[in-house]
């Protein structure tokens, strides 16, 4: 994850403590009946995301079908000094299936394990698991009241957006 230069330091602090702190994503997916809302434990690992999901949960079926899907990491509510106003990071991403043959397959999983625990042991020996990679097209950071910032990738650099004169 590069700096732009000049860029504001609490916004790219803000969002290295969203991106390392936040141990789930909440997902946008496109279902048959219309979209659905979700979340899932997930890792970055090189730019990129991972969860680890059953195919029973609907949002699966959603990321084979279509692979586009919107994620959002935000600022806890009760860190937060305003509910309207939590900090937040938006990302529009491609879906991807890994397969377990695919050589990357066994580091990520190693690494998600480390990161969320011996239930990863047990989620790995059921059958209906699979690992998606949610790669980062576009973002939008968002702190606080009015500081917003297109996240451009690869490499999660911040642009300010400013409000356009009249």
Known sequence: MAQSAGLNDEAFEWLKRL????????????GEAGPEASYAPFILFEDELYIFISQLAGHTQNLIDSSAVGVMLIED???SRNQFARNRLA????????EVTAPEYEPIMQWYRHRHGATVDLLRSLPDFMLFRLKPLKGRLVIGFGRAFNV????????PITAKQP
């Open 91 to 98: 990302l529009h991403c491609r879906a991807d299936v890994v």
């Open 77 to 79: 509510e009760a860190q």
């Open 19 to 30: 991106l390392e702190s936040s141990h789930s994503v909440q997902l946008a997916t496109q």
């Open 152 to 159: 451009q990738l690869p490499g999660f650099q911040l642009q």
